[in-house]
């Protein structure tokens, strides 16, 4: 069964650099989404992308995110300057589309570490 | 706003026992509710979704109800088995594919 790859598995970054998370979604699907989970907390969802634009996007996803799929098969995740409460981890998602009754298949995560 | 309410407390189960999760929400009307399973380190995976006007959807072992009066759902495991011990989640959709998760029930099923 096709599945969505991320990498790396694990990521430490010093607090203010930059990091580029990775992920390879399920080929035949058009949206593609980003989400995160504090330790314990809930999964929360960053943002949602379409057509090589942003379709929606929560306060979390502010100036220091910004996604990107720079070729047919990569869709990246940066956070510019990372601070330490980006520690978490994150999935990418995709789906078929964007509606209601769609599943999402999520990759299993890249676990973001900031010291 | 809208939010997703699962029990927080672990559910302890033993095996051969059907398991029961709650998913409650508010200030929402939603089309279709999602269950997820979870391991640990691992993503969600995609197990059942329901439409608002199915009371209830089934999957091998597995059953999902949906009163949208109470603005509930229920998640049933029957003939439970210590590899369906995993936390799971329930999840609604909101415009742009954005999927709003409830925060986990953790099922340990034992021996």
């Known amino acids: 069964e096709p599945e969505v790859t991320q990498t790396p598995s694990h990521q430490v970054t010093q607090m203010g650099q930059e990091v580029i998370l990775r992920c390879v979604p399920i080929?035949?699907?058009?949206?593609f989404y980003w989400y995160r989970q504090i330790l314990g907390q809930k999964v929360e969802f960053l943002v949602s992308f379409y057509n090589n634009e942003i379709s929606e996007k929560s306060e979390i996803f502010d100036d220091q995110f910004s996604v990107e799929r720079p070729d047919g098969s990569n869709f990246t995740l940066k956070i510019r300057s990372t601070k330490l409460e980006d520690s978490a981890m994150y999935f990418c998602?995709?789906?078929?589309?964007?509606?209601?009754?769609?599943?999402?298949?999520f990759g299993d995560g890249t676990r973001l570490s900031i010291l | 706003s809208q939010k997703i309410e699962q029990n927080s407390e672990a559910l302890n189960i033993q095996e051969g026992k059907t398991a029961t999760l709650t998913c409650n929400y508010t200030n929402y009307s939603p089309a279709y509710l999602q269950w997820y399973r979870q391991d640990p380190g691992r993503g969600p995976v995609f197990l059942l979704l329901?439409?608002?006007?199915?009371k209830e959807k089934r999957k091998e072992r597995l059953k999902v109800t949906f009163d949208t009066t109470l603005k509930q759902s229920l998640f049933h495991i029957t003939a439970s088995q210590p590899a369906d011990s995993a936390t799971y989640l329930c999840?609604?959709?909101?415009?742009?594919?954005?999927?709003?998760f409830g925060q986990g029930t953790e099922l340990s099923v034992k021996p």
């Open positions: 999840a609604l959709y909101n415009q742009g594919g954005k999927l709003i």
């Open positions: 080929s035949n699907h058009l949206y």
């Open positions: 329901i439409r608002e006007n199915e």
């Open positions: 998602a995709s789906s078929e589309e964007e509606i209601s009754n769609q599943p999402q298949h």
